[in-house]
């Protein structure tokens, strides 16, 4: 189903609260980003900005990169 079907513009994540993030969140967000518009908004955790910039999947998405100073 894209997100048009489910009558939504765009989906939203809201990242701030992300503990732990692996593999698995990065076959996610592809999957989600082909629905329509996603977007993460953040701050980023550290973490979680360091794993999309090492595997480059922030060049794919909307995000807040201010967590990376």
């Known amino acids: ?3 048009a079907a489910a009558g939504a513009e765009r989906l ?13 969140l990065l076959n996610l967000l ?8 996603l977007r993460l908004m953040g701050p980023l ?3 979680l900005a360091r794993l999309l ?3 480059g999947a922030y060049r794919v998405l909307t995000t807040d990169f201010s967590s990376l100073g």
């Open 1 to 3: 189903m894209t997100l």
């Open 12 to 24: 939203v994540l809201d990242d701030c609260g992300v503990t732990f993030s692996d593999s698995t």
């Open 30 to 37: 592809p999957t989600l980003q082909s629905a329509g518009d």
């Open 45 to 47: 955790p550290r973490r």
């Open 53 to 55: 910039a090492v595997t």
